[in-house]
């Protein structure tokens, strides 16, 4: 005995808008995890840095290819932490080639004294990730979120 299923044109126009609905909304969600920033200009890149509340020092900016690593250490874990909380993350770029772009921001508060720097990661022209660093060698990090 043989079973068939019959669809309507209704019902297939209804699953399709349905399918779509799912991609569209998931789509939404993963853009709001995984932001992406142009950065492929030192302008594109200076902006970001000044809506997160910063004020970079343009002309002091530094750039190097770096490799994320094949494989996380307990470090690198602990910095895609710090990525994943400003809605970031490394585990995709394993082994990937990037461009890390350093700039001086100074001091990023009234009560700190630190000055501070913003490194970007940086691939294919857009910001996968990064932090804000004190200078100090025992200072703190902190994620790309605005800081003021």
Do not use: W
């Not at 709001?32 to 030192?42: G, L, R, Y």
């Not at 750039?63 to 874990?77: G, R």
């Amino acid at each position: 005995m043989k079973t068939y299923i019959t669809v309507t044109r209704k019902g297939l126009a209804a699953a399709f808008l349905l399918l779509l609905a799912v991609i569209i909304v998931s789509g939404r969600f993963y853009a709001a995890a995984n932001p992406q920033i142009n950065a492929k200009t030192n302008a594109q890149r200076v902006s970001f840095i000044k809506s997160l509340g910063l004020v970079p020092d343009e002309n002091s900016a530094e750039s190097k290819t770096v490799t994320v690593p094949a494989v996380f250490s307990a470090v690198y874990e602990n910095y895609n932490l710090l990525q994943k909380e400003a809605g970031y993350d490394l585990s995709a770029y394993r082994g990937a080639k990037i461009t890390l772009y350093t700039y001086p921001v100074g001091k990023i508060r009234k009560d700190c004294n630190d000055d501070y720097y913003i490194n970007l990661m940086v691939y294919k022209g857009r910001v996968i990730g990064g932090d804000i660093s004190s200078r100090n060698i025992d200072g703190e990090m902190l994620p790309l979120k605005t800081v003021r």
